[in-house]
T-cell receptor
Framework: AQKITQTQPGMFVQEKEAVTLDCTYDTSDQSYGLFWYKQPSSGEMIFLIYQGSYDEQNATEGRYSLNFQKARKSANLVISASQLGDSAMYFCAMREGANSGGYQKVTFGTGTKLQVIP | DAGITQSPRHKVTETGTPVTLRCHQTENHRYMYWYRQDPGHGLRLIHYSYGVKDTDKGEVSDGYSVSRSKTEDFLLTLESATSSQTSVYFC??????????????FGDGTRLSIL
């Protein structure tokens, strides 16, 4: 079974609109973390936002917010007020196990390609 | 930006030749990782290191070996390259968790083509 599922291979959004990128995950660990990364066409991987499994509040970082629904095992990324520069691949990733100093076992989804339309 | 340098950035080589990719960090982070990125697969972990001379296998380690003789350098070697190893390779680093999240930070990638 896939540990991280991103069901939207590609999405379009109008500039200045908000967009939600879906991510569901599967783990039996009680302690885990969820990340979103952005990969522009230039290829680099850029860390966007993080949500810990015990965090009570949804994470926010500027125009990025993470809609964390633990019972549904979903961690959707919401981008508000889309900009042309948001066009990129977006990857959801999960770190399993406690963030206690050990190696981070991180699993990545297959990504969603977002295109922002002027 | 995290100080991670991958070299070379691009390489074309022939089947059967050995290839070594280098990852150099200036952050003094404990953990280093090698991933490959292929269409439809996202990023998959090849090997990782949790300290000097301490390494372990990831999910797609066959055909690859690694070495870490210094904190700052993590080498990935393809002993005898095959066409199936054509991919984009990313190095990542992460530190010992402290008070906040410790995401992995990535290098800019190496595009490797094996003909």
């Amino acid at each position: 079974a896939q540990k991280i599922t991103q069901t939207q291979p590609g999405m379009f959004v109008q500039e200045k609109e908000a967009v939600t990128l879906d991510c569901t995950y599967d783990t039996s660990d009680q302690s885990y973390g969820l990340f979103w990364y952005k990969q522009p066409s230039s290829g680099e991987m850029i860390f966007l936002i993080y949500q810990g499994s015990y965090d009570e509040q949804n994470a926010t970082e500027g125009r990025y917010s993470l809609n964390f629904q633990k019972a549904r095992k979903s961690a959707n990324l919401v981008i508000s007020a889309s900009q042309l520069g948001d066009s990129a691949m977006y990857f959801c990733a999960m770190r399993e196990g406690a963030n206690s100093g050990g190696y981070q076992k991180v699993t990545f989804g297959t990504g969603t390609k977002l295109q922002v339309i002027p | 930006d995290a100080g991670i340098t991958q070299s070379p950035r691009h390489k074309v080589t022939e089947t059967g030749t050995p290839v070594t990719l280098r990852c150099h960090q200036t952050e003094n982070h404990r953990y280093m990782y090698w991933y490959r990125q292929d269409p439809g697969h996202g990023l998959r972990l090849i090997h990782y290191s949790y300290g000097v001379k301490d390494t372990d296998k990831g999910e797609v380690s066959d055909g690859y070996s690694v070495s870490r003789s210094k904190t700052e350098d993590f080498l990935l070697t393809l002993e005898s390259a095959t066409s199936s190893q054509t991919s984009v390779y990313f190095c990542a680093i992460s530190d010992i968790p402290s008070r906040g999240p410790q995401p992995q930070h990535f290098g800019d990638g190496t595009r490797l083509s094996i003909l």
